[in-house]
């Protein structure tokens, strides 16, 4: 009764997922004589039938220049474009600068072409120049980053090595060799005096071998821990630079301040002072400007002054300290400007207005961003003491307001 009983519960399951396999549209069984009746062995001969599964997994690679409908779909979602859009490229952000409405079309004309209608599209858009440097450009005719070409069109380095390696239309241009760099000289000389100090040289082919209770990691530890202390030594050597530099700034500032109250009707001395008063970093070795918001806030503030006919005259801005002006020294010179020369009649009615002696203004990280200088020092207001006018101009700065005039003041 068991084994009856068994066998019909074998042919109960065998008749529902398997039944319709194996009929044809008229009913008839097609495989009647072929597939075993019995469950057990039903199922054997199913197993041997069936064909091997394919793995899908890091064993499966997918070609390069391959994309699937779903991943094509996926990649035009709008919470895919926007999550991609606040990827970090490069300090112009020209992913952010794109748009989502960018980014789709491009994506969609890429992802519309056949596969070696993509090599060639992405062959068009990149090009070598004759220095070694890469531009990468949209259809748009828009410059990017390499990061940001990457992520528009989802390829990564493999492939833009690729178009190099199989391209045939234009003579191929050698790279540019890169001289190594100060931190690649420090990891030489690191790993130099560790294999003397720790590891073993053999005699016949002078190589160093490293020892057993060594692991890559460990030595890797090591070098963080020392580098660690060269980073913390170098930083306070930047520190007292820092200050020395400041200190002769300010002396330099406090001569030509005492010769233009001596001599008022041959110089004039104008001063803006966007000092970081806290001292709470050095905004100078910042690549990008401090954070005043939250937590962070610090106390920057803008003191203008002008020592006019022996007299001292102050501008205090009429800002708030904590707001965020990119045009704030533009805006205190033209303030000066409207004080000092606005009216009909001029203050000064000698021969000639006396020149500008000098102009400083200390290390500040926003002003460095203004200034788009490589070493963002300081601003500078010059004047030419041969002519009958004052000329006052920020140094190097090449953006524009809103209303496209040039952020610069002339003073006539």
Not at 32 to 61: H, N, Y
Not at 110 to 138: A, D, H, M
Not at 214 to 240: C, G, I, N, P, S
């Amino acid at each position: 009764m068991g084994e009856q009983k068994q066998n019909a519960q074998d042919e109960d399951e065998d008749v529902g997922p398997f039944a319709t396999e194996n009929l044809s549209e008229s009913g008839e069984d097609k495989s009647a004589e072929e597939v075993p009746v019995t469950g057990r062995r039903f199922r054997e001969t199913l197993r041997e039938q069936k064909p091997p599964r394919v793995q899908v997994g890091s064993s499966r690679k997918r070609r390069l220049g391959e994309v699937d409908s779903g991943f094509v779909l996926f990649k035009l979602t709008l919470e895919c474009l926007a999550k991609e859009l606040r990827q970090f490229c490069c300090n112009k952000t020209c992913v952010w600068n794109l748009g989502i409405n960018m980014l789709r079309r491009e994506r969609k004309l890429y992802f519309r072409l056949s596969r070696s209608e993509r090599s060639v599209y992405l062959e068009s858009l990149v090009t070598k120049l004759e220095s070694g440097r890469v531009v990468f450009r949209l259809s748009q005719n828009l410059s990017v980053c390499r990061k940001a070409f990457k992520i528009v069109f989802c390829v990564g380095n493999s492939c833009l090595q690729r178009l190099w390696l199989e391209d045939k239309h234009h003579a191929s241009i050698d790279t540019v060799a890169r001289q190594p760099s100060v931190e690649a000289f420090i990891l030489l000389e690191w790993l130099d005096s560790f294999f003397l100090s720790h590891c073993e040289r053999q005699r016949a082919d002078g190589k160093y071998h490293l020892p057993n209770n060594f692991t890559k990691k460990e030595v890797y530890d090591h070098y963080r821990t020392d580098m660690a202390q060269v980073h913390e030594y170098e930083a306070v050597e930047a520190l007292k630079l820092h200050k020395k530099q400041q200190a002769e700034e300010r002396a330099a500032a406090g001569r030509r301040r005492w010769k233009a109250l001596d001599s008022p009707k041959d110089c004039a001395y104008i001063q803006i002072d966007g000092m970081d008063q806290k001292k709470t970093a050095l905004p100078h070795f910042t690549r990008q400007p401090k954070s005043v918001d939250g937590a962070a806030l610090v106390g920057v503030h803008l003191v203008g002054a002008m020592i006019f006919h022996g007299k001292l005259q102050t501008l205090p801005p009429e800002r708030d300290e904590n707001a965020v002006d990119e045009r704030v020294a533009v805006t205190t010179t033209e303030e000066f400007r409207r004080r000092i020369f606005g009216h009909r009649r001029p203050i000064y009615s000698g021969p000639r207005r006396p020149p500008l002696g000098s102009a400083a203004a200390d290390r500040a990280a926003h002003i460095g961003e203004l200034t788009e200088i490589h070493d963002k020092s300081f601003l500078a207001v010059l004047a030419d003491d041969k002519t009958s006018f004052w000329i006052c101009q920020i140094l190097k700065i090449n953006r524009r307001n809103e209303e496209g005039e040039p952020t610069s003041v002339q003073i006539q």
